[in-house]
């Protein structure tokens, strides 16, 4: 460890006072490897450990600084048979990581590209609701547009838990915590559960319609916010935008406004960083 130390100063010294292309080359290695090494542990048991052995090699380097010979002997021990310890707990976490830099995917296997996960998001939605539809149970999802919904979140169940069409027939099913209220969605994830809609005041609404449908009308109108409807009693799936209703959706219908929806969200996170390179491009 005493050695480590010398070429840790070492090379701190040469970036310092004489930084040449070997010594930039080697900081930017080493600091995308820490990266990449965080990104592995990440949410994982292995990030607490990494944390905790972070913590007792800066704590060996200040005592050996401040000349604590005691607590420095203690401190290297626990670090250096540390590591071997390190080793025989998190094998799998180990293999895993090889594993995927074998692969040359160093990256959380579940990360999507975004026109990947707009489609899974598409599939998951869409079956759901198709097979609430044909077992006549109601739904009422809210999705999030540019004005946020963060006062009706508040009104329901926090979730901030990936789409998934099992998890929403689950929310929905009859005589469930969460199946009465609006499920919303903001942009990937489902947000809350179970949340209070204003229902419309419109006088023109059928009568066939119901509670539902009228919260689903309600909440387009005051936000620019668009729902999906599956009617309890017909089955029938309805979308709500702009305080405008349209029914009878099928499949082709249902995948339609779903991908609309998505690509326009993509498209305008696109439109937003060309709009700000512009004004730079401008600017300068």
Known sequence: MQTLWMQIKNVMWNVFNRPSFNDIADILIVAFL??????????TRASAVLKGLVTLVLASWVSDLLGLTALNWILLNIVNNGAVVLVILFQPELRKALEQIGRGAIRDSSHMSDQEESAHIVKEITGCLLSLSRRRVGAL???EQRIGLKDVIETGTRLDSAISSALLENIFEPNTPLHDGAVVIRGNKIMAAACFLSLSEGSGISRELGTRHRAALGITETTDAITLVVSEETGIISMSKGGRLTRHLDR?????????????RESSLWTTLLERTKWRKGGA
């Open 34 to 43: 820490l990266y990449q090494l965080l990104m592995l542990t990440r949410e």
């Open 141 to 143: 999802i809210v999705f």
């Open 252 to 264: 082709t219908g249902l995948e339609r406004v779903l991908i609309s929806m998505y690509r326009q």
